[in-house]
């Protein structure tokens, strides 16, 4: 006897955004996107001048050298994708 069964299939949101910083990422507001970034479980990252960095990591994103008036885009993928992308966007968008 023979069963079929239906394959599996797994919704993966993607999400992307990008953002003119306001102010430069310093330490500050690179703290608050490692801690955000820490608390989703999609796979983020940050793109500014041709590089990439994973946000969960202080030092990383101040590697970007972004600085007042430049572009960062926030990417992610997986099941709250939106919702990081959103988090993310928002604290680039209010840095000081």
């Known amino acids: 006897m023979s069963t079929s069964s239906e394959p599996t299939t797994t919704t993966v949101s ?9 102010a430069s990422l310093h330490a500050r507001p690179a703290g608050r996107l490692a801690r ?3 608390g989703f479980t999609s ?6 001048a ?9 030092l990383a994103v101040m590697g970007l050298g972004a600085t007042a008036g430049s572009t ?19 604290i680039l968008a209010t840095a000081e």
């Open 14 to 22: 993607r999400h992307e955004t990008a953002v003119v910083l306001p």
């Open 43 to 48: 796979a983020i990252r940050l793109e500014h």
């Open 36 to 38: 955000a970034a820490a």
């Open 72 to 90: 960062v885009t926030v990417r992610a993928e997986g099941d709250d994708a939106d919702e990081a992308v959103a988090a993310l966007a928002h």
């Open 50 to 58: 041709g590089r990439t960095v994973d946000p969960t990591g202080v």
